[in-house]
């Protein structure tokens, strides 16, 4: 685990966010054109730390969708509207800035899909994107929305610690033969506060291990974060939520984090898959 900031690490980091920066246009293309294709196979693909862009039993969906962009900084010259007129449907979460994009967002209040918004995010949704209603469906705790081949219900994420977080929405997304778990940015590692989600296919866990502690050789939270994630019956974890480039080094998960929580998570839980998810990654569901 990192235990001090060197010059050097910070110049390896903005190497590496340039790099990034640099080669996200490619990666953006070649998502799409995957995501685009008339591929049966279910799939999803990370278009940014935490944005997940998904074709499932013939629907195309997309969670919080994010370019790197919006975070990293840097001109692009993507056509989010032609990228994504495929869109069937939008899942958000919640308000924070490394997740709700005006800029793409804006881009596809004209494309015919469905949107899912949160009750307590509506009003700052409508303010900036000029939505018809019809096309909005609240989303509310415990209350399963069907959408074509899709069940989702959504669920009180754990974003909220003391004073700290703003409320969320995690999202439990079924269709036939399948069940995956969006949790969200978990801040409350109190695995009681949870519904019972019985057998799960997957968990997607966005990494957190303490507010400030990413340089920390002992980060707080560690024990705590994968014990929490151990506790789903579920066959795999995907860890994403790394290399988020809004955020100071001080903030900013990485792989180095990664493989320290897989060497305790395969401990807890022999049986249960434990895989990294970055930036531009397709995962087969």
Request: charged share 25%; proline share 7%.
């Amino acid at each position: 685990m990192p235990n001090e900031s060197q010059p050097g690490d910070f110049a390896q980091r903005n190497h590496r966010k340039q790099s990034a920066i640099n080669a996200y246009p490619q990666l953006w293309r070649r998502m799409i054109r995957d995501w685009q294709s008339d591929q049966q196979e279910d799939a999803l693909w990370m278009l940014y730390a935490a944005s997940y862009l998904a074709r499932t039993a013939g629907v195309r969906w997309a969670l919080d969708p994010f370019a790197l962009f919006t975070r990293a900084g840097g001109v692009s010259t993507l056509d989010y509207r032609a990228d994504l007129v495929p869109l069937d449907l939008i899942l958000l979460s919640h308000r924070h800035a490394d997740h709700f994009d005006p800029h793409l967002l804006t881009e596809l209040c004209a494309s015919p899909l469905t949107w899912i918004v949160p009750e307590f995010m509506l009003e700052m949704v409508t303010t900036f994107l000029p939505l018809d209603a019809d096309r909005v469906i609240i989303a509310r705790v415990d209350q399963p929305i069907q959408f074509k081949t899709m069940t989702i219900t959504p669920f009180k994420a754990l974003h909220i610690r003391g004073k700290s977080g703003v409320p969320e929405l995690g999202y439990l997304v079924e269709y036939p033969g399948k069940r995956w778990l969006f949790p969200g940015d978990t801040r409350n590692y109190d695995f009681s506060m949870l519904p019972d989600f019985g057998p799960l296919d997957g968990v997607f866990a966005h990494l957190w291990l303490g507010k400030g502690a990413a340089l920390d050789p002992d980060p707080p939270f560690l024990e705590d974060f994968c014990r929490f994630f151990t506790a789903f019956d579920a066959q795999a974890t995907f860890i994403a939520h790394m290399y988020e480039y809004g955020r100071d080094e001080r903030n900013m998960w990485t792989m180095e984090h990664f493989r320290t929580v897989q060497e305790r998570m395969e401990k807890l839980a022999p049986g249960m898959a434990i895989k990294p998810v970055l930036t531009g990654d397709k995962i087969l569901l």
